[in-house]
């Protein structure tokens, strides 16, 4: 499953730069699926969806830090654990029960994030 920033979150920020698939962002920030990764232009998502991988998506909170679903990973592929969840000083990084995925899900997604 896919990793959540819960509203304990005190904005320290240091969950960001730990993320290997650029995957958390500021509040308020809008975010994009090229940012640390491979992606540009036009893509099709593993759903299906079309994207443009250059174009800003609509942040997913105002207030708090927040992790894109669609590209986390849990750090699969990288590291033995999420990396946010090891350095939150609040442990708010916690798994999110409506992104309930499989390793071998997650292992795409990095694929699909990172691969050439």
Sequence with gaps: MAIIITDECINCGACEPECPNTAIYEGA???????????????????????????????????????VPGKCTECKGFHDEPQCAAVCPVDCCVPDDNHVESDETLLNRQAFLHDE
């Design 29 to 67: 920030d809008d975010w994009r699926y090229k940012d640390g990764t491979k992606l540009s232009g036009k893509i099709i998502l593993p759903n299906g969806e079309e994207v443009d991988a250059n174009d800003p998506q609509t942040p997913i909170s105002d207030d708090i830090y927040y992790i």
